[in-house]
């Protein structure tokens, strides 16, 4: 079955404490991105990858840090995490080639810094 | 830098009816336009995408337009069910489905 893996689902923190959201997909996509989700402000994009060794910065990428070694996983790390960064939190993939090419999402890990 | 705005931000209706969400974007130079949904506590699941060449889309009993010049979309659900009930988003793509931007999103409660 084609989709996208985020573990863990859940978890909470404490501020400070080195964490790490894993993704995978299955569908060699070349594109993957993170992606939080807060009340009243929707989606934002955090960082995002073209492929293999290739990342850039969405609209928030402040506190956070990805790396792309294999085409399948797309890691999110958050080096010292602070209640701000208490959120929901989702990967997605595509081709990343077309106009017809659709974003497929993960189920979300939900993030408490306390 | 790109902005979408979505109206109504919430709406709820008698099952049976037929319902119109808006999605409003300010720059028109995208490559597509995609429709999500997403129940509670669950992911975004793709219902639809218009390409910036296209009109409209159509998926069983939806129906999504685009008028790039004006920066509009509409979603348009007929004869609505509570199965339905949930938060549709819409999101442009600025640069070949790596450069999604979203609208906050509509909550729909479809009553039995």
């Known amino acids: 079955e084609a989709q996208v893996t985020q573990n863990p689902r859940y978890l909470i923190t404490v501020t400070g404490k080195k964490l790490t959201v894993t993704c995978s997909q299955n569908?060699?996509?070349?594109?993957m991105s993170w992606y939080r989700q807060d009340p009243g402000l929707g989606l934002r994009q955090i960082y995002y990858?073209?492929?293999?060794?290739?990342?850039d910065k969405g609209d928030v990428p402040e506190g956070y840090k990805v790396s792309r070694k294999e085409k399948r996983n797309f890691p999110l790390i958050l080096e010292s995490p602070s209640p701000n960064q208490t959120s929901l939190y989702f990967c997605?993939?595509?081709?990343?080639?077309?106009?017809?090419?659709?974003?497929?999402f993960g189920p979300g890990t939900r993030l408490t810094v306390l | 830098k790109q902005e979408v705005t979505q109206i109504p931000a919430a709406l709820s209706v008698p099952e049976g009816e037929n319902l119109v969400l808006n999605c409003s974007f300010t720059?028109?130079?995208?490559?597509?336009l995609q429709w999500f949904r997403q129940d509670p506590g669950k992911g975004l699941t793709s219902l639809l995408l218009?390409?910036?060449?296209?009109r409209e889309q159509t998926s069983g009993r939806l129906n999504a337009s685009l008028d790039k010049s004006s920066g509009r979309s509409t979603l348009y659900i007929a004869a609505s069910q509570p199965g339905d009930s949930a938060t549709y988003l819409c999101?442009?793509?600025?640069?070949?489905?790596?450069?999604?931007?979203f609208g906050p999103g509509t909550r729909l409660s479809v009553l039995p």
């Open positions: 218009i390409q910036s060449s296209q």
């Open positions: 990858s073209m492929n293999v060794e290739v990342t």
């Open positions: 720059d028109s130079a995208i490559y597509n």
């Open positions: 569908m060699n996509h070349e594109y």
């Open positions: 997605a993939s595509s081709l990343g080639q077309t106009s017809t090419d659709t974003q497929y």
């Open positions: 999101a442009v793509d600025g640069n070949y489905g790596q450069n999604f931007v």
